[in-house]
């Protein structure tokens, strides 16, 4: 052969064997000597190794593809036989084994026609008269057999051929043919697995029935070698062929009865054994046979009948007679067998075939149905007849459908399929005896063609068959026929039913596809096929819930077919799918969507997560992704580790963002048992609750089928207690069900009646022991949480009282059992309430026992118990006290509601039976007897700081109110020394550990409330005070001086290296790291963070890996150091490996929080953030060249883009120093491991340096601060003397701050040096736009300064602007100082040089409002006051600069989004009565353009206009109206329906309905239910108020309202009147989200309380763009308010609310204390007599208050008895009570009796209403009003035990500061009285003109409004007419504080209001 380089190997080995075959197809062998034959024939063995591996040893099989040697050999091997006449045995026997070297090196296909050729050539040589020969030959068998196994799809037939020739040989007349045949069948099982193996052993075993004993012999010993080669014992390795093996045998039994023995002996088990093991394989032939005699023998041998023998295996023998296939033959098969038993029956007359199949005919069709599974089509086809035979014989007699017919088949396999399943998973799971692997495949495979028998009605039983195929579908040998199945499955289901499985499925397969072989993957394929391409249209919804396909490239068709189908999604939609199929059941698709999610978060640098983690608050979309994160972080169970580390990373990519701008979803599905079970109802009622909210997901999500069969028992069971039966989903079986009971199984949602329906007629048994008693406390003798719970549950089950919850709970016996606690955690709190209400004294003792102890555990010193065990049981046991709180808060209610049923009887509908009162006070009995101590001790060392804080709190709030009580009695004793003693104890170690508690909540406005009550503050209160506030250096003083009493305290020497850390002194905290090692190195452990953290801060790196090399604890600091060293080598796999450990340490705490712990967690979820930042920074760095002359160009693009990333993540975490700083610190150090790379990391570095310096100022920490800027500068960063020069203007220093700006400003050029001449606007033009904020800065300063001209300050300002063109900033304050100084001139100047003022600061606020949104709340406004203003002066309006305010205010309408005008819209339109026409031309537009734009939330605002009283207002708005509707969009039918439904809402609200009756909507107003469903928006304030984007950018794309504001859907005829004066109407609205919205028709000039929403509205933007307020989430709850015109309006309901007066009656009630009787009148009328005011407040304290002791707090206690959110609730309470106190004293807002105070029942907030009494209105009163806002005794106790001081005063003051910083904005607001006035005023104008004509609208408004002004310049007036003075905020809140709480002040109140609650 010539050589060609050209060619590859393959070509070339092709290439010879064509030559090869050439040769010896056209020419004979030349020399055909026997030795050269000989010869040949070996070499031709030899050339297959030699063209493969080079040489003729053969190393290994080939990989080469398509080598076809077998087809080259044969005729070689055919011209060499041909050739040899002598037939030499050494020729022959050297071409049979080249023919196996072919076979071995052949990997081309081959035809059925060689596959032939090659058995007939190996048969001819293994009759061969030689035994070599013979032998070679069958060495080739093997060799042929070998290579069918390696085909990927083994031909199963081609093998039997195989067995079927050498079972022919083995009958063989020739004993010789048949011994080395033996031989050849033992070969091949020694080398086959399979269809091979079995029929070796097969044709193996049947020659033990051999009569010669050699041919025997030969056989045992080849079986036995198969023995020792499988490593089995020969049981075990026949077992899995018996059903072949046993009946041949049992067949000779009668004639060759030592074949058995042979066997028997083989196998060492008796005869006896053997037969009776075999009975289900053997009795099915005899009996087909009707083989009496052979039956008789059997039972003969088993001691037994025939007919016995029959019943025993019934189901087999039955389910071989109905698939026998000749002709008759199952009948007269049936026919035999009734015989046979009719013969042994004493009574026969009933026996009939159909009773033989309803004796076992689940079991039955389960073996028929396996067969269904068979290879062989054809017992496939016989099994399906089967299974249609068996349908008939035993269908009823009265069939509602045809004989025979298809449908009468699907209705009898759909009543047995849920049997079948079940009985097949048992198999599967093996419960009932060992399956090999075949047999497994074989069930496998006919789960799918069962599903073809039964069709669409297989969903019923789908969630069992995805458990089996989910399971199975990981185990390799099994992957193939669960894929084949699942195919089958899909495919036979309904388009809709096919939905919920996709997600699954498509999960399942994207996570095991590596697992799969070829032909698995083919079949996956073909399900993701028919899912995606052919069902993709009809998934709906589901088309969500299909998994990322692009990771695997044989799915890119299907991929992108997927993709096709989405191609419409937007970013949240897909986000909300992830999110959605996140929380999934099914752990597989959870698994996918994490990994998905995980690619979507990070895809385009984050960008898009970090557009919705942006602003002041972030999108609603956070919370549901933060939720759905924690959720899946916090899934128990098995399998669930990869999940968490998806969820981690996730959370680290999502960042530690900041938890007071977004809200979690957080879902509570607990139910309270109020009845204790003995309420039916209620009992089947949480019967469901257990089904929908625990069973049916575990069910559907667990891949354990035993579990699952126990958790499908216990649904089972309760459906049967709900007394559901199968009559509600049988077709015609509905009549047969009462009502109730199908409105019960309606309730339920679909997913879970498709999953509980078969479960209807399931027949699920369980065998139960009855556990023995447990000792307790079992707590104590459980190794592990898991243990306790499960075992502390099962023994509660078995005490359950009550026939109702011992039916209930009995059913949970086993699934508690089961590893996943889920279940048991459940039903545990239900257990204990169950048992504690029992009045079981010894059971009661039982269970308080067990909280002891595991109480005790959490504060014993001693404790062997794991961390995880004491945390987890100490949270179950407060989830378990929380549960018995709730109980008791629900029942006393649920008693009051009974009460008060006018003393009449109990309410039918009540729940709480008859002896509610004694279980109510056995289990209050039980929860007083435990220690709060304890219990505030617990809690503390498991870090439930919460709880503790409650406990000790309630125990202080006693102790005050028994001192209190006591000190009155004194007092009205005249006993001093009573008093003093009172007045003596001493609670100061109370408060020091209150301090402690705020301090580890992170509450330091608590933390400072406790400060005031502590009379001299110990070290320790010092020291967290300090810390708290970050005043670290007075915090090491600290430390250092309780070093020196204690050197050898380590929790000292960890607060002091904690302040060094803080500090930023690396240096000296490694030091002293060091020097406490040298004296304490036992202390290694507790200081190796701060030690790895100080060793890689001073770049001590080989010191660092020494460190975390040698250590085995895992603080963070070491996790991280891992990851950094990593970096530092640059080697990717220890990287990964790193991040991986790291995320799943430091995701510990996260999973043990649960879904609601974000903030609990935080430090966690901050250190993943460091995480995930470390490893970004990374891959871009990692990129970047060292050498400074490389092409950077691709890497500097991609370090800008990190850059910009990084900031995006920086600005969403929580703006506080202790949580930034770690942040820039570690990218500083990420950044420094590979500063040589390039400039840009060093810049970087020193931005870093300087972000820092930033965050330290603004949190006061000066020290830390100039440190920072020290290291920027350093670092050489541009800009960071801006940076010193702001830190020294905190110092309150701005003229030296100033001085100092502007000495660096003439260095760098920015200036001219002093005595150099400016070139003036040349100068400036040589700076860019990042310089303009230096100018804005240095204006700034200067103006503060007071020492410069306003025109210098002016330029300078001017300047910035300038620079920045389009800055908003810029034009902003430069247009605010011009509005300053406008202000500042005197009266006489404001017409002219005013003017001019005017029209700059005009100018200058429409290009900030066209630039940006973020001043928008201060310009726009200001804008429309200073034109319209403009516009009603005579000397102005015909000016030019007032033209060309008109020109720049028209510009910007045109060309700025309209969002920004609609957030001054009411203040615009309040002027549409305008007098200039040139202005109301210019607002005409403005109103038109907003309409247009936003007609939906406009119309609300402006409809009412339309109907004013005014005639002038009302016909320039129906002009406006007019005009749009003859636009060709939406807006003119909204403007129909909107007018219509405007009309009819002003009729029903001004209704006279003085009877009080209720109302019929149809009869009073039917228009309004005629308009429904509308797309008019219901007025809800959230869809009434515009949002602005977050950046400070023109986005004219925003849209600024919820997109899915609910619209009406209909209105409910029912309208109730309430009893107030005004007879308002309560409308009952169904929203078009399905939620119901109750408004309130008011005959009432409802304007004041409109705007004063539109006022609350504005205040709310501002505290949330106010990091303080946002940090404490202060807001005002508001309302929506329209109003429909001058006299009457819309207002909305605001649900969960109740008035704070009945919360009081009832405490008070409960009390026995009347809240109304002679002795308050009495002690009033004392009060006015007194002759001061300290006199009036000596009584109003002595006996009014001491007949009411505050009893508020006890409020907070019951409704919110879980301690986080009791909290939480309380805090809010304190802050919205602070925000609405300074608020409602701004606005002068009187009338704040109880009333008119709401508390939120949900979360503990304040809702005011009823807004009449504004503008110091109340001090007009009869009795004035002289208290500036309602703080009366139990207003204050509801703050706890810090009263008005900490968390109230601070709240306060944050308001107060920003109501006083925003003054002029929000006087805007108030703009709109004026100009659109009361009714009041303008009766007012109207009295106040007939005395005085120069009286117009402005003094009346002045009036009115310019007390506000005063207030928010600071000026404080104790009464409108006292003279004022300024004060500082803190002082204006003390001195307000005072006013309110002053006893003096509250004595005078009216005593209605009262001021004694």
Same mark, same amino acid.
């Given at each position: 052969m010539d050589d060609d380089d050209s060619l590859t190997d393959h070509d070339l080995i092709v290439r010879a064997l064509a030559e090869v075959d050439a040769r010896f197809a056209e020419h004979p062998v030349w020399n055909t000597a026997a030795t050269a034959l000989e010869a040949l024939a070996k070499k031709l063995g030899t050339l297959p190794c030699l063209l493969i591996h080079g040489e003729e040893r053969c190393p290994c099989n080939t990989q080469k593809p398509d080598m076809n040697f077998v087809a080259v050999y044969l005729k070689v091997a055919f011209s060499i036989l041909d050739s040899d006449d002598s037939t030499i045995a050494t020729v022959s026997a050297a071409v049979y084994d080249s023919l196996g070297k072919s076979l071995r090196h052949q990997t081309a296909d081959m035809d059925g026609r060689m596959f032939e050729d090659i058995v007939g050539f190996i048969a001819r040589g293994m009759k061969n008269p030689n035994r070599t020969i013979r032998l070679a030959a069958g060495r080739a068998l093997v060799d042929l057999t070998k290579f069918l196994q390696r085909l990927e799809v083994t031909p199963t037939e081609w093998i039997v051929a195989v067995f079927q020739m050498i079972s022919a040989l083995l009958k063989h007349t020739d004993l010789r043919i048949q011994e080395t045949t033996a031989i050849t069948a033992g070969q091949i099982g020694r080398n086959a697995s399979g269809v091979a193996l079995r029929e070796s052993i097969c044709a193996l075993v049947t020659l033990f029935c051999d009569e010669n004993p050699i041919i025997k012999g030969t056989a045992v010993l080849q079986l036995h070698a198969l023995v020792k080669h499988h490593k089995k014992s020969p049981y075990s390795l026949t077992a899995p062929y018996m059903y072949r093996i046993a009946p041949y045998l049992v067949n000779q039994f009668r004639t060759r009865p030592d074949g058995v023995q042979e066997c028997c002996r083989f196998l060492s088990v008796s005869q006896y054994d053997f037969i009776n093991l075999t009975l289900k394989y053997t009795l099915p032939q005899l009996f087909a046979e009707s083989d009496l005699k052979g039956l008789e023998a059997v039972a003969k041998e088993m001691n037994s009948s025939v007919a016995l023998l029959f019943l025993d295996q019934a189901h087999y023998i039955l389910a071989h007679a109905f698939m026998l296939q000749g002709i008759g033959q199952t009948n007269r098969t049936l026919q035999f067998i009734l015989n046979l038993l009719k013969a042994a029956a004493t009574d026969a007359s009933s026996l009939q075939i159909s009773t033989l199949l309803g004796s076992c005919i689940v079991l039955l069709l389960t073996e028929i149905v396996i067969c269904l599974g068979d290879e062989d089509p054809d017992v496939v086809h016989t099994a399906a007849k089967g299974l249609r035979n068996v349908a008939r014989l035993h269908a009823p007699s009265k069939s509602r459908f045809p004989s025979g017919s298809d449908e009468e088949f699907a209705a009898f396999l759909k009543e047995y399929m849920l049997g079948v399943i079940?009985?097949? *998973?048992? %198999?599967?799971?093996e419960v009932h005896g060992k399956q090999s692997i075949e047999a497994k495949q074989k069930i496998l495979r006919s789960f799918g063609e069962f599903a073809k028998q039964v069709g669409p009605a297989i969903i019923n039983v789908a969630p069992q068959i995805m458990a089996t195929l989910q399971t199975t579908l990981v185990v390799p040998e099994l992957s193939d026929a669960a894929l084949q199945s699942w195919h089958s499955f899909l495919g036979v289901l309904d388009p809709v039913d096919i939905g919920p499985h996709v997600g699954p499925t498509s999960a399942s397969f994207v996570a095991s596809w590596s697992l799969f072989s070829n032909r698995g993957r083919q079949a996956a394929k073909q399900c993701l096929d028919y %899912?995606?391409?052919?069902? @993709?249209?009809?998934?709906?919804?589901?088309?969500?819930?299909? +998994?990322?396909?692009?990771?695997?490239?044989?799915?890119?068709?299907?991929?992108?077919?997927?993709?096709?189908?989405?191609?419409?999604?937007?970013?949240?939609?897909?986000?909300?799918a992830l999110l959605e199929r996140l929380e999934s059941d099914s752990l597989a698709v959870a698994i996918q969507s994490a990994i998905e999610l995980k690619a979507f978060l990070t895809e385009a640098d984050e960008n898009y997560i970090r557009s919705l983690t942006f602003g002041d608050a972030f999108d609603p979309l956070v919370g549901h992704l933060v939720s759905a994160l924690y959720r899946a972080a916090s899934r128990d169970g098995e399998g669930t580790e990869t999940l968490h580390d998806l969820a981690f990373a996730c959370i680290g990519v999502v960042g530690a963002i900041d938890p007071d701008r977004f809200e979690l979803r957080i879902n509570d599905n607990r139910m309270i048992m109020l009845s204790n079970f003995t309420d039916e109802r209620e009992s089947m009622d949480f019967a469901l609750h257990l089904i929908r909210d625990v069973l049916v997901g575990a069910f559907r999500s667990t891949s354990d089928i035993k579990y699952q069969s126990y958790l499908a028992y216990a649904i089972q069971q309760l459906l049967q207690f709900c007394k559901f039966t199968p009559a509600l989903v049988n077709p015609g079986g509905s009549n047969s069900v009462p009502i109730r009971v199908r409105n019960r199984w309606n309730s339920l949602p679909k997913h879970v009646l498709e999953t509980v329906s078969p479960l209807l007629e399931s027949r699920f048994s369980l065998e139960t022991r009855p556990l023995k008693p447990q000792s307790y406390p079992i707590y104590p003798t459980q190794a592990t949480y898991r243990q306790w719970v499960q075992v502390w549950t099962s023994d509660l089950i078995q005490k359950a009282n009550g026939e109702r919850a011992t039916q209930i709970f009995q059913v949970f016996t086993a699934v508690v059992r089961n590893k996943d606690v889920g279940v048991a955690h459940h039903l545990l709190p239900h257990l204990v309430l169950n048992v504690l209400a029992s009045g079981d004294d010894d059971n009661a003792g039982a269970i308080r026992t067990e909280i002891l102890a595991v109480l005790e555990d959490q504060v014993d010193p001693a404790s062997k118990s794991s961390e995880d065990k004491k945390l987890l049981s100490a949270q179950t046991v407060f989830m378990l006290l929380d549960h018995l709180n709730k109980w008791i808060r629900a029942v006393r209610q649920d008693i009051a509601r009974q009460q008060k049923a006018d003393g009449r009887r109990a309410s039918r509908n009540s729940q709480v039976s008859s002896d509610a009162a004694e279980q109510l006070l056995r289990i209050d009995s039980i929860l007083e007897n435990i220690d709060q101590g304890l219990m505030a001790n617990a809690a503390f060392q498991c870090k439930a700081y919460a709880r503790s804080l409650m406990n000790l709190e309630q125990q202080l709030i006693a102790y005050r109110i028994r001192d209190s009580k006591e000190k009155l009695d004194a007092e009205s004793a005249g006993a001093k020394e009573r008093v003093e003693a009172v007045m003596s104890r001493d609670y100061q170690d109370h408060f020091e550990r209150l301090h402690e508690l705020y301090a580890h909540l992170d509450e330091p406005d608590g933390m400072e409330g406790i400060s005031t009550m502590i009379i001299s503050p110990s070290l320790e209160h010092q020291?967290?005070?300090?810390?708290?506030? @970050?005043?670290? &250096?007075?915090?090491?003083?600290?430390?250092?001086? =309780?070093?020196?009493?204690?050197?050898?305290?380590?929790?000292?020497?960890?607060g002091l290296l904690r302040c060094l850390r803080n500090l930023g002194h690396y240096d000296t905290l490694r030091t002293h790291v060091m020097g406490v090692l040298t004296k304490h190195p036992d202390w290694g452990p507790h200081l190796i963070g701060y030690q790895v953290e100080s060793e890689w801060m001073v770049g001590r790196w080989d010191a660092v890996e020494a460190l975390v090399n040698t250590t085995e604890a895992r603080p963070p600091a070491v996790l991280l150091a891992h990851i950094l060293l990593a970096m530092r080598t640059g080697d990717a796999a220890a990287i990964d490996t790193a991040l991986v450990e790291a995320r799943r340490a430091l995701? +510990?705490?996260?999973?043990? &929080?649960?879904?609601?712990?974000?903030?609990?967690?935080?430090?966690?979820?901050?250190?993943?953030?460091?995480?995930?930042?470390?490893?970004?920074?990374?891959?871009? /760095?990692g990129r970047l060249h060292v050498e400074p002359g490389d092409d950077n160009a691709v890497a500097g693009v991609s370090f800008d883009t990190l850059m910009q990333r990084l900031s995006a993540r920086f600005d969403s975490t929580l703006p506080a120093f202790r949580i930034r700083e770690p942040i820039l610190n570690m990218r500083r150090t990420a950044f420094n491991l590979r500063v040589a790379h390039g400039d840009c990391l060093r810049d970087a570095v020193g931005k870093s340096w300087l972000a820092s310096a930033k965050i330290a100022r603004k949190a006061g920490h000066v020290q830390t601060a100039y440190s920072a800027i020290l290291q920027a500068e350093r670092c050489k960063t541009q800009f960071s003397f801006i940076e010193s020069a702001k830190l020294i203007h905190v110092r309150g220093d701005p003229l030296r701050a100033l001085q100092d700006l502007e000495k660096t400003m003439r260095l760098r050029g920015y200036l001219p040096k002093e005595g150099e001449p400016s070139d003036g606007d040349k100068f400036y033009e040589a700076f860019g736009a990042e310089d303009r904020k230096i100018w804005a800065i240095r204006a700034r300063y200067m103006d503060q300064t007071d020492r410069f001209e306003d025109s210098k300050v002016c330029k300078v300002f001017r300047k910035a602007a300038d620079i920045g063109a389009k800055w908003e900033s810029g034009h902003f304050h430069l247009g605010q100082f011009q509005d300053d100084c406008f202000k500042a001139l005197p009266a006489s100047d404001k017409k002219g040089r005013g003017l001019k003022m005017n029209f700059q600061t005009v100018r200058c606020f429409v290009r900030a409002i066209r630039y940006g949104s973020k001043y928008i709340y201060q310009t726009v406004p200001r804008v429309l006051t200073i034109w319209l203003d403009l516009a009603e002066g005579e000397e102005t309006k015909n000016t030019e600069y007032f033209s060309r305010i008109n020109d720049e205010v028209r510009h910007t309408i045109r060309h700025s989004p309209m969002y920004k005008w609609f957030t001054a819209f009411p203040q615009a339109v309040s002027r549409i009565g305008v007098q200039n026409p040139v202005v109301y031309a210019i607002l005409d537009e403005l109103l038109s353009k907003v309409i247009e734009e936003y007609p939906k939330q406009a119309l609300w605002l402006f409809s009412a206009v339309a109907k004013s009283t005014s005639p002038q207002r009302a016909q320039r708005s129906k002009a406006i109206l007019n005009k749009l509707k003859n636009k060709r969009?939406?807006?003119?039918?909204?403007?129909?329906?909107?007018?219509?439904?405007? +009309?009819?809402?002003?009729?029903?609200?001004?209704?006279?309905?003085?009877?009080?009756?209720?109302?019929? %909507?149809?009869?009073?107003?039917?228009?309004?239910?005629?308009?429904? $469903?509308?797309?008019?928006?219901?007025?809800?304030?959230?869809?009434? /108020?515009? *949002?602005?984007? $977050?950046?400070?950018?023109?986005?004219?794309? !925003?849209?600024?309202?919820?997109?899915?504001?609910? &619209? !009406? *859907?209909?209105?409910?005829?029912?309208?109730?009147?309430?009893?107030? %004066? +005004?007879?308002?109407?309560?409308? &009952?609205?169904?929203?078009?989200? @399905?939620?119901?919205? /109750?408004?309130?028709?008011k005959k009432d000039d409802l304007r004041k309380d409109s705007r004063l929403m539109d006022f609350n509205a504005i205040l709310n933007k501002l505290l949330k763009s106010d990091s303080d307020s946002r940090r404490r989430q202060l807001h005002i709850r508001t309302y929506g308010v329209v109003s429909l015109n001058e006299e009457a309006g819309l207002i909305q309901w605001v649900p969960n609310t109740v008035p704070i007066r009945p919360i009081l009656l009832r405490l008070y009630d409960r009390q026995g204390i009347s809240s109304w009787n002679a002795k308050v009148r009495s002690a009033f009328d004392q009060i006015k007599a007194a002759r001061d005011n300290d006199e009036a407040a000596q009584i109003f304290r002595r006996t009014v208050l001491g007949m009411f002791p505050p009893v508020m707090h006890e409020w907070f206690i019951e409704t919110f008895p879980e301690p986080t959110v009791w909290l939480a609730s309380r805090t809010a309470y304190s802050r919205t009570a602070a925000v609405m106190s300074m608020v409602g004293y701004i606005l002068g807002l009187g009338d704040r009796h109880c009333e008119n105070i709401l508390l939120d029942m949900m979360c503990g907030d304040v809702v005011h209403v009823d807004f009449d009494c504004l503008f110091e209105k109340g001090q007009a009163l009869e009795t004035p009003e002289v208290v500036p806002f309602r703080l009366t005794q139990n207003i204050i106790a509801g703050f706890g035990v810090t009263g008005v001081e900490g968390v109230f005063r601070i709240s306060c003051e944050v308001t107060l500061r920003l109501l006083r910083e925003n003054k002029d904005c929000l006087m805007n607001v108030l703009?709109? !009285?004026?100009?659109?006035?009361?009714?009041?005023?303008?009766?007012?104008?109207? =009295?106040?003109?007939?005395?005085?004509?120069?009286?117009?609208?402005? /003094?009346?408004?002045?009036?009115?409004?310019g007390p506000i002004e005063e207030k928010l310049k600071g000026i404080f007036k104790p009464h409108k007419s006292s003279p004022g003075r300024q004060l500082s905020v803190s002082n204006h809140v003390q001195s307000l504080i005072l006013q309110a709480s002053d006893n003096a002040n509250l004595a005078k109140m009216y005593i209605g209001w009262a001021p004694y609650h």
């Open positions: 079940s009985t097949l *998973n048992d %198999m599967l799971q %899912m995606v391409l052919s069902r @993709g249209q009809e998934l709906g919804p589901h088309l969500a819930e299909v +998994a990322d396909l692009s990771s695997i490239p044989e799915l890119a068709d299907t991929n992108q077919a997927l993709a096709a189908l989405r191609a419409q999604w937007t970013p949240q939609q897909r986000l909300t020291i967290r005070q300090h810390e708290s506030t @970050g005043t670290w &250096t007075s915090a090491q003083s600290c430390w250092e001086v =309780r070093l020196q009493y204690e050197p050898d305290n380590l929790e000292y020497h960890l995701g +510990a705490s996260i999973a043990a &929080t649960g879904s609601g712990g974000y903030r609990r967690s935080y430090d966690a979820v901050l250190n993943l953030h460091l995480v995930h930042e470390l490893e970004i920074i990374n891959s871009v /760095t969009n939406e807006v003119p039918t909204l403007i129909a329906a909107m007018t219509k439904m405007t +009309a009819d809402l002003l009729h029903l609200s001004k209704l006279d309905a003085s009877d009080k009756k209720p109302l019929s %909507m149809s009869r009073v107003c039917s228009g309004l239910m005629r308009l429904m $469903p509308s797309a008019i928006i219901i007025p809800l304030q959230e869809s009434l /108020t515009a *949002n602005v984007p $977050p950046t400070s950018a023109s986005n004219a794309r !925003f849209y600024p309202f919820p997109r899915n504001a609910p &619209t !009406f *859907n209909r209105i409910y005829d029912e309208i109730e009147v309430m009893s107030s %004066m +005004a007879k308002p109407k309560k409308l &009952t609205i169904e929203g078009s989200d @399905g939620q119901i919205y /109750t408004f309130l028709g703009d709109a !009285f004026v100009h659109d006035p009361l009714v009041e005023w303008e009766e007012k104008v109207r =009295r106040l003109t007939r005395a005085n004509p120069l009286v117009d609208m402005r /003094t009346v408004s002045q009036d009115a409004l």
